[in-house]
């Protein structure tokens, strides 16, 4: 087995940076009832399905340029570099 990846915190990637300042601009008046009124589509839009997995994502928070932050986050944090070495049976986790 191989050591551990390194992984970048979260909080300090351009992906965070952005986040944060689309839910400043437009975060803090989102409106849940209201997405759903004007995106009749929405349950469909935010919802995802893998093998044994269903995440419904549109009861949150969230809209398209909050999931592409987030995405984009994951790739800066290197979240498939380290989903690669847990499926080939390397070190994700030291402690």
């Given at each position: 087995?191989?050591?551990?990846?390194?992984?970048?915190?979260?909080?300090?990637?351009?992906?965070?940076?952005?986040?944060?300042?689309?839910?400043?601009?437009h975060g803090?008046?989102?409106?849940?009832?209201?997405?759903?009124?004007?995106?009749?589509?929405?349950?469909?839009?935010?919802?995802?399905?893998?093998?044994?997995?269903?995440?419904?994502?549109?009861?949150?928070?969230?809209?398209?340029?909050?999931?592409?932050?987030?995405?984009?986050?994951?790739?800066?944090?290197?979240?498939?570099a380290q989903?690669?070495?847990?499926?080939?049976?390397?070190?994700?986790?030291?402690?």
């Amino acid at each position: 087995m191989s050591a551990p990846l390194a992984s970048l915190r979260c909080d300090r990637t351009q992906a965070w940076a952005a986040l944060k300042g689309h839910y400043e601009a437009h975060g803090r008046e989102f409106d849940l009832r209201e997405a759903f009124a004007r995106d009749p589509g929405r349950c469909a839009r935010f919802s995802f399905e893998a093998p044994e997995v269903y995440a419904d994502l549109s009861k949150n928070l969230v809209d398209v340029a909050s999931l592409h932050f987030l995405l984009d986050m994951a790739h800066e944090c290197g979240l498939p570099a380290q989903r690669d070495a847990m499926l080939r049976g390397d070190t994700v986790n030291a402690t």
